[in-house]
């Protein structure tokens, strides 16, 4: 399952930072993931608790940020948030849009101990 190993490298992350900042626990992760990142949300909270299990974030809450697709049209110039990839420009109704966030997968937020 892809979204075991997104959390191995969210884990890794976390260790890293762990290293980094001479922290040993984790209670909260803040994780900000886009509708096109390809993750699906259900998958992946299961895949945090069997993975964080016997690490320093095991026991950890995982919030989840769902953050939305935003795109700028190349024809109009308009720069809306659009709810999927090949949605077209809410202004002039181009399919030509360039997608500038959406895709993101990132730790925003580490609560630790
Ligand atoms: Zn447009």
Redesign the pocket.
Do not use: R
């Given at each position: 399952m892809h979204e075991m190993s997104i959390c191995e490298s969210i884990l890794d992350l976390i260790k890293e930072q762990a290293r980094a900042q001479d922290f040993s626990g984790v209670r909260r992760i803040s994780l900000e993931i886009g509708p096109l990142a390809g993750v699906e949300i259900e998958a992946l909270k299961f895949g945090f608790d069997v993975v964080m299990r016997n690490s320093l974030a095991e026991g950890a809450a995982l919030d989840i940020i769902e953050t939305e697709v935003r795109a700028t049209?190349l024809?109009?110039g308009?720069e809306a948030s659009i709810e999927e990839r090949f949605d077209p420009?809410p202004?002039?109704?181009?399919h030509n849009l360039k997608v500038t966030s959406g895709d993101e997968l990132r730790i925003k937020e580490l609560e630790v101990n």
């Open positions: 049209c024809d109009c308009t420009c202004n002039c109704g181009s």
